[in-house]
C-alpha cells in the first residue's frame, strides 16, 4: 500500500528524536555562551563588593601612606593618564597614516604581503617581550634611562596594530564608488583621502584610537621595566607631578605592587585599585563600542 | 568595458597642449607627506626588525660568553640562575610549565569558545547576538594584571574549598585564567569562521530537511574547520604570550608539574619576576633576553600558522 502524504509527513520517531537532539544542542551551546558570562559578572560583583569599603572620591585623590597600605591611588592614576596620553600621540599618527599606506596605496606585492605579516607578528609579540624591546633600545640603547618616555615609547610601539587594524576597518569601509567619483574630476591620491576617504571614516578612526587608550591603560608588563615603579612622592591632587624623564607610578603596575609586593595591605585597597582599573578599561572600552553603533546608525550607505 | 582612470594615470591635456598643474609647494608638500605615509607603512616591519635586533643584542654575548650552552638551556631543568656554587640555566621545566598550563587553558576554553561561537552565529536572534558580542569585546578588555587579581583573590579561594588543597595558586588557577582570557579571541575568531561559510551551503543543508544541530554537525563544522584551527591557534599564542596573570596565579615554583594542583613557572612569568633582579650585563640578565627570543621565535610560528590558514580559507 502507498504511504499517503499524511503519513509521510508526520512526525515520526525519527523525526521527534532529531528535534530532541537538536533542543538539546541548542540547550548546550546556549549554556555555553552563558557560562562564559556568569562567571565574569559574579566575578565583577564579588570584587566591588570587596572594594565598597574604599571606593571614594578621597580614594582617587589621596596619595598613598604607610608604604602603600592606606591612603589612596592618586599618583597611579596620574601616571597611567600620563602613559596613555603620551603614547598615544607617539602611536596614533604612526598607527593612521601606516593604516593610510596600507589601504589607500599598497598594492598587492612582496613588500605589502610583508608589511600585513609584520603588522599581525607585532599584535602577536608577547608583551614580556616588548618589555625586553624597550630596555633594550629605549632604556639603554637610546639612554632615555628609566622613564615616562621610555615606558610611552614602548606601549606606543605594542599598541600600535590596534589602531592599524581598526582604521584599516574604518577605511575600507568606505565605498569605492567615493574614491573613483572624487578622482574623476581630478583629484590627486592624497586630495581624495582628505576630502572623502577621512570624513568618511574619522569615527572608526576614533574608536581605534579609544581601543589603543583602553590597551595602554591595562598594560603592566611592559612599562614594569621601562619606567614605573613601586613608588613615588606626588602631592595630593598634583596634576603634573611627572617630568617625562622622571619614572612614574601606574595604576596596573601599583596592583600588581600592592596585591604581590606589599604585605599586609588592607584588603579593600587592592580590591579598590583593581576596580578603578578595571572601570576605567572597561568605560573607555564602552565608549568605544558606543561610538561605533551610533556610527553604524547614521552611516548614509 | 571602460576603465576608471586612477589618480596614477597621467591628466589630460587642457587645450593648447598645457598640463592642468597645482603650486608647486603644493605638489612638493603633497610628495613629502606621501613618503611619510609609506615610511609609516613600512614602520611595522622595522618595529619588528628592531624588536628582534634589540632583545637579542643584549643576548647574544652569552651565547659566545664559554660559560653557556644552548643544549642546557633548552633541555636542562635546572635553572639556578642566583646560585654561588653551581649557576645554571636551563629552561626546560619553564618550557613545560608554559605549555602545560597553556594546554590545560585550551582544553577548557575551545570548547566553551567554540560552542559560544556556535551559539551566536547559528541559534540567536540579532539583537542577542549584538549583546553578546557586546560582552565579549568588554571580557577580551579586560587586563592581564586584573586577570592575574582575580586568580589570586576569587579562584584561589575557590580552588581551595572546592578541592580542599592547600595552596591556590598553581597550574589549574593558571589555566582557568589563561581560558578566560583566550576565549573572547577564539569565540570572535570562530565567529567570523562560522560566517564566511557561504548561506547556500546552509539553504542546500535546510532543504534537504536537517535540522540546525545536524546542520552544525555535518556541513558548517567541516566547512569551517580552517578558520576554527585558526581561532585555537590565535588563542594558544595568546595563552602563551600571556606574562602577568601567569605571573601572580600559577604559584612560581620551577619544576615540572606533577598533577593540577603543582605550583608551575612560565617562561613569560619568569622573566617578569627576574628581570628586576638581574644585574644589567650579567650572565643572568642576557639568559632572560635569550628566553626572550624563544618566546619570540614561538608566537611568531603560532601566529605565521594561524594567518596562514586563515589566508588559506579566504582564497577559497
Known amino acids: ?301 | 568595458m571602460t576603465t576608471t582612470p586612477t589618480p596614477d594615470t597621467p591628466p589630460a591635456r587642457l587645450p593648447g597642449g598645457k598640463r592642468p598643474s597645482r603650486p608647486r609647494w603644493a605638489v612638493a608638500g603633497e610628495r613629502a607627506l606621501e613618503a611619510l605615509i609609506r615610511f609609516c607603512g613600512v614602520s611595522a616591519v622595522i618595529f619588528v626588525l628592531a624588536i628582534f635586533f634589540f632583545v637579542f643584542r643584549e643576548a647574544i654575548p652569552v651565547l659566545f660568553g664559554g660559560r653557556f650552552d644552548i643544549g642546557e638551556f633548552l633541555f636542562s631543568t635546572k635553572w639556578y640562575p642566583t646560585s654561588m656554587s653551581n649557576v645554571r640555566y636551563g629552561t626546560f621545566a619553564l618550557t613545560v610549565g608554559t605549555m602545560t598550563v597553556t594546554t590545560l587553558a585550551m582544553a577548557i576554553a575551545v570548547p566553551f569558545g567554540l560552542g559560544a561561537a556556535i551559539y551566536i552565529s547559528e541559534f540567536c536572534g540579532p539583537r542577542q547576538k549584538e549583546t553578546l558580542k557586546v560582552i565579549i569585546e568588554l571580557l577580551a578588555a579586560i587586563p592581564s594584571v586584573v586577570w592575574g587579581f582575580i586568580g589570586l583573590t576569587v579562584i584561589s579561594k575557590f580552588i581551595t574549598t572546592v578541592t580542599g588543597t592547600p595552596v591556590g595558586v598553581n597550574l589549574l588557577n593558571g589555566s582557568i585564567i589563561l581560558a578566560l582570557m583566550s576565549v573572547p579571541i577564539i569565540v570572535s575568531i570562530g565567529e567570523d569562521a562560522f560566517k564566511a561559510v557561504p548561506d547556500s551551503f546552509r539553504e542546500a543543508a535546510v532543504a534537504m530537511g536537517t535540522t540546525k544541530w545536524q546542520l552544525i554537525l555535518r556541513v558548517l563544522l567541516p566547512a569551517a574547520k580552517n578558520g576554527l584551527l585558526a581561532a585555537v591557534l590565535l588563542g594558544v599564542g595568546r595563552a602563551v604570550g600571556e606574562t602577568m596573570a601567569v605571573l601572580m596565579a600559577t604559584g612560581h615554583s620551577v619544576q615540572i608539574p606533577h598533577g593540577i594542583f603543582d605550583s608551575v613557572r612560565t617562561l613569560t612569568a619568569n622573566v617578569a619576576a627576574e628581570l628586576g633582579e638581574a644585574a644589567a650585563g650579567s650572565d643572568h640578565y642576557r639568559v632572560l633576553f635569550l628566553t626572550g627570543i624563544l618566546l619570540f621565535a614561538i608566537t611568531f610560528v603560532v601566529n605565521l600558522t594561524a594567518d596562514m590558514v586563515i589566508r588559506g580559507v579566504r582564497r577559497r
Open chain 1, 1 to 301: 500500500m502507498e504511504p499517503t502524504a499524511a503519513v509521510r509527513f508526520s512526525r515520526n520517531s525519527f523525526v521527534r528524536n532529531k528535534e530532541r537532539l537538536q533542543e538539546i544542542a541548542r540547550w548546550v551551546f546556549f549554556s555555553m555562551a552563558i557560562l562564559m558570562i556568569v562567571p565574569l559578572v559574579t566575578i565583577i560583583g564579588y570584587l566591588v563588593c570587596h572594594a565598597a569599603p574604599s571606593l571614594n572620591w578621597e580614594f582617587l585623590v589621596e596619595v598613598p601612606k604607610r608604604g602603600m597600605r592606606e591612603g589612596g591611588i592618586w599618583p597611579a592614576l596620574v601616571g597611567t593618564i600620563y602613559l596613555v596620553f603620551i603614547s598615544l600621540a607617539i602611536a596614533a599618527p604612526i598607527g593612521v597614516l601606516a593604516a593610510i599606506y596600507l589601504n589607500e596605496y599598497a598594492k598587492d606585492n612582496w613588500l605589502n604581503r610583508l608589511i600585513n605579516l609584520a603588522v599581525i607578528n607585532l599584535a602577536g609579540v608577547p608583551s614580556i617581550v616588548h618589555a625586553l624591546f624597550g630596555l633594550g633600545a629605549f632604556v639603554y640603547a637610546a639612554r632615555l634611562g628609566y622613564s615616562v618616555i621610555s615606558a610611552s615609547l614602548t606601549l606606543a610601539i605594542m599598541t600600535l596594530p590596534v589602531i592599524i587594524a581598526s582604521t584599516r576597518e574604518a577605511l575600507s569601509s568606505v565605498p569605492m564608488p567615493f574614491r573613483e567619483a572624487c578622482w574623476n574630476v581630478g583629484a590627486t591620491r592624497w586630495q581624495t583621502i582628505k576630502a572623502v576617504v577621512l570624513p568618511n571614516s574619522i569615527s572608526g578612526i576614533l574608536t581605534g584610537v579609544i581601543l589603543q587608550v583602553s590597551r595602554a591603560a591595562g598594560e603592566t608588563a611592559p612599562i614594569m621595566f621601562t619606567g614605573a615603579v613601586f613608588y613615588k612622592a606626588v602631592k595630593r591632587g598634583d596634576f603634573f607631578p611627572y617630568q617625562l624623564t622622571d619614572q612614574c607610578m601606574a595604576l596596573s603596575m601599583h596592583l600588581y605592587t600592592v596585591t604581590t609586593q606589599v604585605p599586609d595591605v588592607k584588603e579593600s585597597i587592592s580590591y579598590a585599585t583593581a576596580v578603578v582599573l578595571l572601570g576605567v578599561v572597561l568605560m573607555v572600552n564602552a565608549s568605544a563600542i558606543g561610538l561605533r553603533i551610533w556610527m553604524r546608525n547614521r552611516k548614509k550607505w
